[in-house]
């Protein structure tokens, strides 16, 4: 929407920062960005907007930044968070073919409900045993492998 009003040439600057709460550095480098680059301009507004999209390859780039300022143990932690994120992908790549749209959902709404009960005891709304209710995610492929068995 800043984008919108300033190319209109309709608002100021000061009109769109009073509007939209977005300096006029953030609107340039966004412009900027948006004319050099060939990525959505959904991923380049959140880019220029200062919010680091993180993936496999930034976590190892923040390892280095740490290891520089806190030593030696973090880059040899590298290798825990290789292995772990390793194993994730091997086993999400060996049950992928037994995934189905409606176990991601249900699995999902699980998801959904421990990260609820782990934020509401860390703002100490109520306290959850969060790992506790870990083995809930158990239930929906429970459910539905014995939904598909019976046919229904």
């Known amino acids: ?19 939209t709460g977005i300096g006029a550095t953030t609107l340039y480098r966004y412009l900027e960005k948006k ?46 968070l290789f292995c772990w994120q390793g ?16 176990l991601l959902t249900e699995i999902s709404i699980v998801g959904g409900i421990l990260i609820l009960s782990s934020g509401l005891s860390i703002l100490g709304i109520r306290h959850f045993k969060t790992m506790n209710l870990i083995p809930a995610l158990l239930i929906p492929v429970v459910f539905i492998t014995l939904k598909t068995m019976l046919g229904m």
Do not use: H, N, W
């Open 35 to 80: 004319e050099s680059s060939s990525e959505t301009p959904d991923r380049t507004a959140i880019q220029a907007c200062g919010v680091q999209i993180f993936d496999r390859q930034s976590s190892g780039r923040i390892i280095y930044r740490l290891a520089s300022t806190f030593g030696i143990g973090i880059i040899l932690s590298a290798v825990v």
């Open 87 to 102: 194993l994730f992908y091997v086993l999400a790549g060996a049950v992928s073919g037994f995934i189905t749209p409606e």
């Open 1 to 19: 929407m800043p984008i919108k009003r300033y190319e209109s040439k309709d608002y100021s600057l000061s009109q769109i920062k009073v509007v």
